[in-house]
């Protein structure tokens, strides 16, 4: 399997970060599924497997402690731009998080972001709904009972 480059790109703070690092496990049209290491050394977690719905807008986390066990989910809400020249993939993160505990419990994050990038002009309009519609359906999946997405509870 060729090894694209993967860029991740966030607003707030303004940084791209290569990630190219992790090690890659499925790659189509439709998904990347990795496995990673924090960037900085955590104590809270270990590291986690993401999987990055290349069409949908967001990368679905699993997060795993410093014994190996499964802590949380973890859904940033991004936008894809793919380079094929360059086989490189961008990540836009789109602000706006959810953290989805075992139990269920629900957590939105960082919608005070979204709302200063869009006074500041630090993103778009498009970007900021965008942002918002994916919200609502990574939200609608959890409160229908279809969270996590079936192809996270694979073993790879």
């Known amino acids: 399997m ?4 993967i860029l991740r790109k966030r ?4 940084e791209i970060i290569d990630i190219s690092g992790d090690e890659l496990l499925l790659r ?14 955590r104590q809270d ?3 986690g497997m993401s999987f990055t719905f290349l069409k949908e807008g967001y990368k679905v986390s699993k997060f795993f402690g410093a014994s190996g ?3 949380y989910w973890y ?8 380079e094929e020249l360059q086989d490189r993939y961008t990540l836009v993160d789109l602000l706006v998080d959810v953290k ?12 005070d972001e979204l709302a200063e990038a ?29 969270f996590p997405p079936d192809l996270c509870q694979k073993a790879y």
């Open 2 to 5: 060729k090894k694209p480059i």
């Open 11 to 14: 607003y707030i703070p303004s």
């Open 28 to 41: 189509d049209d439709n998904l990347l599924v990795t496995r990673w290491k924090p960037i900085k050394e």
């Open 45 to 47: 977690i270990s590291g």
């Open 69 to 71: 066990e499964f802590k």
């Open 75 to 82: 859904c940033d809400i991004i936008n894809v731009l793919y």
């Open 100 to 111: 989805i505990m075992p139990d269920g419990q629900v957590e939105v994050l960082d919608l």
């Open 118 to 146: 869009l006074e500041k002009n630090i993103i778009t309009k498009e970007e900021a709904v965008k942002s918002l519609y994916t919200l609502n359906k990574i939200l609608k999946m959890v409160y229908e009972g279809k």
